[in-house]
């Protein structure tokens, strides 16, 4: 089997698991990581036993990888996935692609011109629930995803929307299958100066509707999708990967509740992420999750946005003092 020589730009929390991941995969070597922290990279690169470096221009001269995960905060995204598209590298790029719409539209251009593989890191499509019900999902009516946890330091750069409600849009546009006609959104800054918690509806021409609550300062967890069709109702726990059917059956004594609980394989989401994008790299084939996937879940988004941060002085977005 030809290996595919692989590399991570940015070994903070998530780009270790990258790291650590690749050295998982049949098909794949780690030829290096890559941090601007100098003790940082040293730390992931000496623990996996592959060469660091605080460079890329010096990591694409000397490891020449065949294909990257773009791990770094949003802001950098754009300039690092151009100049790996530009030495002729494949990218997979961490959500949200870009922090602007022209960006990404530059990015799927530049890959589609090079013939590279540019896939878009939301991670939830490759949750064993998620890629389970997106086969039996045909019709829905009505789609609540909730995502709830306690506040972290760690991401600074981005608001909630960016951070999480971004994964729920794609998931409900990968479902959907029709153009939005409206968005409504409200937003508050608790902990940051960014919204901190976030509440989205949006509805479809087709008639369906959704609705997106997200928080990073809430003190219990929760990470759940429920989907409303004619005749089912559909829950999905993304933490768990389970999934819950009920539905109501005509019975002699009336209607009765029946529930159903699938049973399906579960794995490591970023390990059938990475895996897809490796397969992707080598057989030529447009990922799953794609950079229009991503370029359309960013232009939702950033209309969220507006709607929080409205320009007219009328702002939905409300801060502590």
Not at 155 to 163: N, T
Not at 235 to 262: A, F, K, M, W
């Amino acid at each position: 089997m030809d290996l595919k020589k692989v590399g991570v730009i940015g070994v903070g929390h998530l780009g270790q698991h990258h790291a650590r991941v690749y050295t998982e995969l049949l098909g794949t070597h780690l030829v290096g990581v890559v941090d601007q922290n100098e003790s940082r990279a040293a730390a992931i690169g000496e623990n996996l036993g592959v060469p660091w470096y605080t460079d890329m221009d010096e990591f694409i001269a000397r490891a020449r990888p065949d294909a990257v995960s773009v791990v770094v905060p949003t802001s950098g995204h754009f300039e690092i996935a151009r100049k790996a598209l530009m030495n002729g590298i494949h990218v997979l790029i961490e959500k949200p692609v870009t922090t602007t719409v022209s960006e990404a539209e530059s990015l799927l251009r530049m890959a589609a011109d090079l013939d590279l593989v540019l896939q878009v890191g939301h991670i939830e499509r490759f949750n064993s629930a998620v890629q389970y019900i997106s086969k039996i999902i045909h019709e829905p009516l009505f789609l609540q995803s909730r995502r709830l946890g306690p506040y972290s330091p760690r991401i600074s750069d981005v608001g909630v929307v960016l951070d999480l409600m971004i994964h729920d849009i794609d998931i409900i546009l990968s479902l959907v299958r029709s153009e939005i006609s409206t968005i409504s959104a409200m937003g508050r800054c608790v902990r940051s100066d960014h919204e901190d918690i976030a509440s989205a509806q949006i509805s479809f021409v087709n008639g369906a509707m959704a609705h997106i609550l997200v928080s990073r300062v809430s003190e219990r967890r929760l990470r759940q999708l429920e989907i409303m069709e004619p005749e089912r109702y559909v829950t999905i726990d993304y933490e768990t990967q389970d999934v819950s059917i009920n539905r109501c059956v005509r019975q002699n004594s009336g209607l009765v509740e029946v529930i159903e609980h699938p049973v399906f394989p579960k794995s490591e989401q970023l390990k059938l992420e990475l895996q897809h994008f490796v397969t992707c790299v080598r057989e030529g084939k447009q990922p799953l999750v794609g950079i229009m996937d991503g370029k359309r879940a960013l232009e939702v988004a950033v209309s969220v946005l507006k709607q929080i941060h409205m320009d007219d002085g009328a702002s939905s977005l409300v801060c502590e003092a």
